[in-house]
DNA sequence: AACTTCTATCGTATTATTACGATAGAAGAA
DNA sequence: TTCTTCTATCGTAATAATACGATAGAAGTT
Protein backbone atom coordinates (compact mmCIF):
# COMPACT_ATOMS: atom_id res chain seq x y z
CA UNK A 1 0.00 0.00 0.00
CA UNK A 2 1.67 3.31 -0.80
CA UNK A 3 3.46 1.59 -4.10
CA UNK A 4 2.58 1.96 -7.33
CA UNK A 5 1.30 -0.70 -8.30
CA UNK A 6 2.96 -0.92 -12.20
CA UNK A 7 3.53 -4.40 -12.66
CA UNK A 8 -0.24 -5.80 -12.90
CA UNK A 9 -0.25 -2.71 -15.95
CA UNK A 10 1.11 -3.94 -19.36
CA UNK A 11 4.38 -2.46 -20.93
CA UNK A 12 3.00 0.22 -22.89
CA UNK A 13 0.69 1.66 -20.12
CA UNK A 14 3.72 1.96 -18.02
CA UNK A 15 5.64 3.41 -20.63
CA UNK A 16 3.66 5.66 -21.39
CA UNK A 17 2.83 6.70 -17.78
CA UNK A 18 6.77 7.51 -17.21
CA UNK A 19 6.18 9.71 -20.45
CA UNK A 20 3.56 11.45 -18.89
CA UNK A 21 5.44 11.39 -15.59
CA UNK A 22 7.84 13.24 -17.78
CA UNK A 23 5.66 16.26 -18.05
CA UNK A 24 4.32 16.15 -14.79
CA UNK A 25 6.23 18.82 -13.70
CA UNK A 26 6.32 22.71 -14.52
CA UNK A 27 10.26 22.28 -13.66
CA UNK A 28 10.49 19.42 -16.47
CA UNK A 29 8.45 21.06 -18.65
CA UNK A 30 10.25 24.43 -18.23
CA UNK A 31 13.41 22.35 -18.93
CA UNK A 32 12.31 20.66 -22.08
CA UNK A 33 10.78 24.17 -23.83
CA UNK A 34 13.86 25.80 -23.08
CA UNK A 35 16.25 22.77 -24.92
CA UNK A 36 13.67 22.43 -27.12
CA UNK A 37 13.70 26.14 -28.55
CA UNK A 38 17.44 26.00 -28.88
CA UNK A 39 18.96 24.38 -32.02
CA UNK A 40 22.01 22.78 -29.90
CA UNK A 41 22.73 21.52 -26.83
CA UNK A 42 22.63 23.73 -23.78
CA UNK A 43 25.83 24.21 -21.49
CA UNK A 44 25.30 24.81 -18.12
CA UNK A 45 22.86 28.05 -18.50
CA UNK A 46 19.98 25.84 -17.32
CA UNK A 47 19.57 26.27 -13.56
CA UNK A 48 19.89 30.12 -14.44
CA UNK A 49 16.98 29.89 -16.13
CA UNK A 50 14.68 28.16 -13.65
CA UNK A 51 13.51 29.55 -9.85
CA UNK A 52 15.34 26.77 -9.04
CA UNK A 53 18.20 25.59 -6.23
CA UNK A 54 21.14 23.53 -8.37
CA UNK A 55 20.42 20.48 -6.69
CA UNK A 56 16.93 20.68 -7.34
CA UNK A 57 17.44 21.04 -11.41
CA UNK A 58 20.24 18.25 -11.13
CA UNK A 59 17.34 15.95 -10.18
CA UNK A 60 14.95 17.00 -12.26
CA UNK A 61 17.38 16.52 -15.11
CA UNK A 62 18.72 12.87 -14.05
CA UNK A 63 14.60 11.74 -13.73
CA UNK A 64 14.05 13.25 -17.50
CA UNK A 65 17.63 11.15 -18.55
CA UNK A 66 16.28 8.36 -17.14
CA UNK A 67 13.06 8.45 -18.72
CA UNK A 68 14.99 8.89 -22.25
CA UNK A 69 13.75 12.40 -23.19
CA UNK A 70 16.91 13.85 -22.91
CA UNK A 71 20.62 13.24 -23.45
CA UNK A 72 23.88 14.74 -21.34
CA UNK A 73 27.18 14.63 -22.66
CA UNK A 74 29.95 15.77 -20.88
CA UNK A 75 32.07 18.47 -22.29
CA UNK A 76 34.95 20.01 -20.23
CA UNK A 77 34.17 20.95 -17.18
CA UNK A 78 30.49 21.34 -18.34
CA UNK A 79 27.83 19.05 -19.79
CA UNK A 80 25.73 19.50 -22.34
CA UNK A 81 22.33 18.50 -22.79
CA UNK A 82 19.79 18.56 -25.43
CA UNK A 83 17.01 16.51 -26.21
CA UNK A 84 16.59 13.06 -27.67
CA UNK A 85 15.54 12.89 -31.19
CA UNK A 86 14.33 9.98 -31.14
CA UNK A 87 13.12 9.46 -27.88
CA UNK A 88 11.09 12.61 -28.80
CA UNK A 89 9.81 11.14 -31.52
CA UNK A 90 8.30 7.96 -30.20
CA UNK A 91 6.94 10.06 -26.74
CA UNK A 92 5.35 12.12 -30.04
CA UNK A 93 3.97 9.00 -32.21
CA UNK A 94 3.30 6.85 -28.60
CA UNK A 95 1.07 10.43 -26.93
CA UNK A 96 -0.50 10.68 -31.16
CA UNK A 97 -2.35 7.13 -31.28
CA UNK A 98 -3.21 7.25 -27.80
CA UNK A 99 -4.64 10.59 -28.20
CA UNK A 100 -6.14 9.92 -31.36
CA UNK A 101 -7.90 6.49 -30.30
CA UNK A 102 -10.97 8.17 -28.03
CA UNK A 103 -14.23 7.90 -30.14
CA UNK A 104 -16.95 9.94 -29.73
CA UNK A 105 -19.42 9.86 -27.42
CA UNK A 106 -22.02 11.44 -25.22
CA UNK B 1 10.98 21.69 0.61
CA UNK B 2 8.92 19.00 -0.68
CA UNK B 3 6.16 21.44 -1.75
CA UNK B 4 5.81 21.70 -5.49
CA UNK B 5 6.93 25.47 -6.41
CA UNK B 6 4.10 25.57 -8.85
CA UNK B 7 3.36 29.40 -8.31
CA UNK B 8 7.20 30.42 -10.03
CA UNK B 9 5.78 28.42 -13.40
CA UNK B 10 3.49 29.98 -15.95
CA UNK B 11 -0.10 28.99 -16.23
CA UNK B 12 0.55 27.01 -19.59
CA UNK B 13 3.68 25.46 -17.75
CA UNK B 14 0.96 24.07 -15.04
CA UNK B 15 -1.33 22.97 -16.98
CA UNK B 16 0.05 21.41 -19.45
CA UNK B 17 2.37 19.71 -16.07
CA UNK B 18 -1.15 18.87 -14.95
CA UNK B 19 -2.27 17.01 -18.30
CA UNK B 20 1.20 15.09 -17.72
CA UNK B 21 -0.35 14.34 -14.72
CA UNK B 22 -3.12 12.85 -15.76
CA UNK B 23 -1.11 10.42 -17.98
CA UNK B 24 1.66 10.28 -14.95
CA UNK B 25 0.26 6.96 -13.82
CA UNK B 26 -0.54 3.30 -15.20
CA UNK B 27 -4.37 2.98 -14.09
CA UNK B 28 -5.20 6.35 -15.13
CA UNK B 29 -3.79 5.34 -18.57
CA UNK B 30 -5.78 2.37 -18.45
CA UNK B 31 -9.12 3.69 -17.27
CA UNK B 32 -9.12 6.61 -20.23
CA UNK B 33 -7.91 3.74 -22.19
CA UNK B 34 -11.22 1.78 -21.88
CA UNK B 35 -13.19 5.15 -21.62
CA UNK B 36 -11.62 6.34 -25.04
CA UNK B 37 -12.19 3.04 -26.81
CA UNK B 38 -16.15 3.03 -25.93
CA UNK B 39 -18.44 4.97 -27.82
CA UNK B 40 -20.50 5.42 -25.20
CA UNK B 41 -20.54 6.15 -21.57
CA UNK B 42 -19.40 3.95 -19.05
CA UNK B 43 -21.60 2.91 -16.06
CA UNK B 44 -20.10 1.08 -13.39
CA UNK B 45 -17.57 -1.28 -14.84
CA UNK B 46 -14.40 0.35 -14.85
CA UNK B 47 -13.74 -1.33 -11.19
CA UNK B 48 -13.77 -4.69 -13.02
CA UNK B 49 -11.68 -3.86 -15.58
CA UNK B 50 -9.07 -3.04 -12.99
CA UNK B 51 -6.82 -4.97 -10.36
CA UNK B 52 -7.59 -2.54 -8.19
CA UNK B 53 -9.86 -1.57 -4.79
CA UNK B 54 -13.11 0.16 -5.58
CA UNK B 55 -11.50 2.91 -3.41
CA UNK B 56 -8.47 3.50 -5.63
CA UNK B 57 -10.05 3.29 -8.95
CA UNK B 58 -12.44 6.26 -7.54
CA UNK B 59 -9.61 8.36 -6.14
CA UNK B 60 -7.93 7.96 -9.67
CA UNK B 61 -11.26 8.31 -11.59
CA UNK B 62 -11.53 11.94 -9.52
CA UNK B 63 -8.16 13.25 -10.15
CA UNK B 64 -9.43 12.46 -13.97
CA UNK B 65 -11.81 15.04 -13.41
CA UNK B 66 -9.75 17.60 -11.10
CA UNK B 67 -8.07 18.04 -14.51
CA UNK B 68 -11.15 17.91 -16.53
CA UNK B 69 -10.20 14.89 -18.76
CA UNK B 70 -13.44 12.69 -18.29
CA UNK B 71 -16.39 13.93 -16.50
CA UNK B 72 -19.22 11.55 -14.30
CA UNK B 73 -22.81 11.65 -15.14
CA UNK B 74 -25.00 10.58 -12.16
CA UNK B 75 -27.89 8.07 -13.84
CA UNK B 76 -29.88 6.15 -11.11
CA UNK B 77 -27.93 4.41 -8.30
CA UNK B 78 -24.78 4.00 -10.75
CA UNK B 79 -22.22 6.93 -12.25
CA UNK B 80 -21.70 7.06 -16.03
CA UNK B 81 -17.83 8.29 -16.96
CA UNK B 82 -16.61 9.25 -20.46
CA UNK B 83 -14.06 11.37 -22.09
CA UNK B 84 -14.50 14.58 -21.81
CA UNK B 85 -14.36 15.96 -25.87
CA UNK B 86 -13.53 18.99 -25.36
CA UNK B 87 -10.97 18.99 -22.87
CA UNK B 88 -9.65 16.21 -24.99
CA UNK B 89 -8.82 17.63 -27.51
CA UNK B 90 -7.67 21.12 -25.96
CA UNK B 91 -4.75 18.17 -24.49
CA UNK B 92 -4.34 17.02 -27.67
CA UNK B 93 -4.04 20.51 -29.23
CA UNK B 94 -1.28 21.85 -25.89
CA UNK B 95 0.51 18.84 -26.05
CA UNK B 96 1.14 18.54 -30.08
CA UNK B 97 2.49 21.86 -29.96
CA UNK B 98 4.78 21.33 -27.44
CA UNK B 99 5.98 17.84 -28.99
CA UNK B 100 6.26 20.15 -32.39
CA UNK B 101 8.26 22.50 -30.82
CA UNK B 102 11.49 20.90 -30.69
CA UNK B 103 14.42 22.01 -33.04
CA UNK B 104 17.07 19.79 -34.41
CA UNK B 105 20.05 19.35 -32.48
CA UNK B 106 23.39 17.54 -32.11
C1' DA C 1 50.02 22.14 -6.68
C1' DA C 2 46.31 25.23 -5.60
C1' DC C 3 42.23 27.32 -7.22
C1' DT C 4 38.00 27.89 -9.64
C1' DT C 5 33.97 26.12 -11.99
C1' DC C 6 30.48 22.96 -12.91
C1' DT C 7 27.54 19.11 -11.86
C1' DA C 8 26.11 14.82 -9.46
C1' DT C 9 25.02 12.84 -5.30
C1' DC C 10 24.19 12.46 -0.25
C1' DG C 11 21.45 13.52 3.60
C1' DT C 12 17.33 15.11 5.15
C1' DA C 13 12.84 17.41 5.82
C1' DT C 14 8.38 18.03 4.03
C1' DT C 15 4.54 17.25 1.17
C1' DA C 16 2.18 14.36 -2.30
C1' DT C 17 0.69 10.09 -4.06
C1' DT C 18 -0.94 5.50 -3.88
C1' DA C 19 -3.53 1.94 -1.93
C1' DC C 20 -7.19 -0.26 0.66
C1' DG C 21 -10.64 -1.36 4.36
C1' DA C 22 -14.49 0.65 6.35
C1' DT C 23 -18.24 3.58 6.21
C1' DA C 24 -21.78 6.75 4.52
C1' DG C 25 -25.07 8.23 1.32
C1' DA C 26 -27.93 7.91 -2.81
C1' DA C 27 -31.24 5.40 -5.52
C1' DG C 28 -33.73 1.64 -7.23
C1' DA C 29 -35.87 -3.10 -5.93
C1' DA C 30 -38.44 -6.12 -2.99
C1' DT D 1 -39.70 0.22 4.94
C1' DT D 2 -35.97 -2.87 4.26
C1' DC D 3 -32.59 -4.63 1.25
C1' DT D 4 -29.33 -4.41 -2.30
C1' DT D 5 -26.19 -2.02 -5.30
C1' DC D 6 -23.10 1.44 -6.49
C1' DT D 7 -19.86 5.09 -5.60
C1' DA D 8 -17.60 8.75 -2.86
C1' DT D 9 -15.20 9.76 1.08
C1' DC D 10 -12.81 9.02 5.55
C1' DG D 11 -9.01 7.22 7.95
C1' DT D 12 -4.70 5.44 7.70
C1' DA D 13 -0.29 3.38 6.31
C1' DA D 14 3.45 3.22 3.25
C1' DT D 15 6.05 4.78 -0.61
C1' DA D 16 7.26 8.50 -3.93
C1' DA D 17 8.36 13.06 -5.12
C1' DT D 18 10.11 17.63 -4.27
C1' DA D 19 13.38 20.77 -2.57
C1' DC D 20 17.73 22.41 -0.86
C1' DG D 21 22.24 22.77 1.75
C1' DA D 22 26.42 20.48 1.87
C1' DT D 23 29.79 17.81 -0.14
C1' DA D 24 32.42 15.23 -3.52
C1' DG D 25 34.45 14.59 -7.89
C1' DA D 26 35.89 15.93 -12.48
C1' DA D 27 38.27 19.13 -15.41
C1' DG D 28 40.23 23.25 -16.79
C1' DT D 29 43.10 27.45 -15.12
C1' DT D 30 46.78 29.89 -12.79
Redesign the interface.
Known amino acids: MGT???E???NS??R??D????????????I??F???????VCGDIVEEL??SQATVSQHLAELKRIGLI?GEIEGPKVCY??N?KA?QE??QI??Q?????????
Open positions: SKKVFSQNLAIGKAFAHPARIALELAKQNACPLKCIKWAKLAFLNDAKSCC
